[in-house]
């Protein structure tokens, strides 16, 4: 068993917020982040993917396919973009970084799956002081 | 002559658009930075000073004293905001790095050459690929 | 089940050595880390979360939360300070990273086990090439 | 029980190939990797052990006899060296990251177990956008 | 006056000789860096370039421009290539970084110097350890 | 003209005060950074040399030269070391990262311009948001 991380990353902005909060309770309970005009960051998400590596090519997965499917699930659909307004994944849930590390899981697991290799762990990154990982509903 | 800098950061929200121009257009010229729901980036900012060694203290500058005024006069106003809707100072202004640098630039120049030093050079880092250095008018 | 993971960083002074040992045995031991006169690191500590997510926030726990208790437990006291004279969780220990972990473990476990969470891992990096994780006594 | 991790750094020449393949078929294969006049990296190794603290050093492993057996094994053999000709432990196999991660366990697992710890994790990093991990045989 | 910083990687083996010494000589010289059998490098290229800001974009140059012409110019010719068999700005040159340096400068002065902006700096980053900075031939 | 950076690292221990104040006014003056018990950094200094390119070697200055006489000059006397007590070149000095550059600047100054290049910048870094640069008296 081997483990191999790829790293992607996105731009993109988004606010901490429930809507049925006033705008003074949201500020108590999500601080700045609560900003009604949103702010936003350079995000980096690391996918890692376990299995056997395939005696043909050296390989647990080819790298560029484990991109290719990164990109498509998810990266097209939020970089650059508010992901609050516009990810269609992250519709009805709160912002936060531990949503989009569960979100990017769900988006993910079943096209990494088909190949020779499972899902591992999804780590998003937010800032050089924080990040959150996700290991599926284990 | 010896040059300090001091790094400070900040994340925001922010689009690249001219008001005049119709949507194609902006995303003709700004490509997906112009996303009309906004996107952010975690901001460096390294502010680089210069002077003459104190020798009573060995230092150029106080670095708390520089950090506050960076803190005061820059992150204060962007930290967690949106820069086309909420920075006094980039009013009226495209959004982007090199006009960011620029107007620190003109927020820091007085406050920080009322001290023994002048300043030297505004950096701002957008993502790990792309930064702007001002120098002022010269 | 879900992990979030807080940097904070100190700066220090240490020295590793054992008091009943000659200076000479302490220099075969222990190197130029046992120099009577200190060193010192630019440490990183990583403290590591894991719990539910609460649906109310979408947090596993409020970062500024974790961030005050990493702070008032741990970098108050040891941030610019010798380790061995002027930490109390460190006397009558050796200031190795190794034991710079565990006892920073044995700091933040029951304040961060009151919150929604438990402590999971505490990593302390020493230098870009060293670094010590504990996980508790497992 | 600690963990504790060694990094160390190495730059050499690689290629993807296998030589029943055409060229044609190489290329399809491994892309731009399977170049025949080689093209290299600057790669990072990550060692981890675990064990017990030794009360008598607070170490759990002097990091020094540590990254003695990873230069012995492992650095001196591929530091500067043509990974696919000249390293005798990748002799007949794929030069993927993730054979040279399996290939330096086996380097490194006997003569790190015969000191007062097991070795954990061989993590190798090929670009700051690729890593690959082995635990053993587990 | 502005000054924007673009960044490209590449990943290329090469090695350092003269071909008129012998082997014993060029080891003497070039140390490991001599070996016959090639070794390589991540190397990072940062291309800055100056100018003053279009009032109508608030970019000195457009970034998808200039990444356009350091890919097609440079990383097209030098990535996951041999430096000193298939990079023709090379040919004949002993493959140094501070001779990758000058040439990436000269195939990048005169498209770059076409845009509303001019040349200012090459730097390339060969480790962590080291870089070269060629400003042309001032 | 070409510029060649090496990068070194050094960890030591320091204390900011003037033996002629109180306690109380270093305080005032120095903040945290005068703890009588000390603290440290991991400091990383980077050494700048300009010249002409060697025709016969393609470099300017063989960085292992230049790597021995940083070494030998700088490094040997401050890593892990006290450098208010045990540092010869600051003696006398307050121990701050701008007289840490002036000094290495002076250590380095001669025996690097004996070698066919001239010493051009010497920073210091002493935290991920400081650092100091020196160009000499010009």
């Given at each position: 068993m081997i483990y191999i991380t790829r790293r992607e990353r996105f731009n993109?902005?988004?606010?901490?917020?429930r809507p049925e909060y006033s705008d003074k309770k949201n500020r108590e309970v999500f601080g700045k982040c609560s900003n009604p005009n949103w702010h936003g960051h350079n995000y980096q998400l690391f996918v890692t993917v376990k299995g056997e590596v395939d005696p043909d090519t050296?390989?647990?997965?080819?790298?560029?396919t484990l991109s290719k499917i990164i990109r498509d699930k998810v990266i097209s659909k939020v970089d650059h973009k508010n992901i609050n307004l516009e990810v269609d994944f992250?519709?009805?849930?709160?912002?936060?970084t531990e949503n989009l590390a569960i979100t990017i899981w769900h988006e993910l697991e079943e096209p990494v799956n088909k190949l020779n290799a499972s899902l591992y762990c999804v780590k998003v990154t937010e800032s050089e002081n924080n990040y959150v990982e996700y290991f599926g509903d284990k």
């Open positions: 993109a902005a988004h606010r901490l917020f050296g390989f647990l997965i080819n790298l560029k992250m519709k009805g849930r709160l912002a936060s």
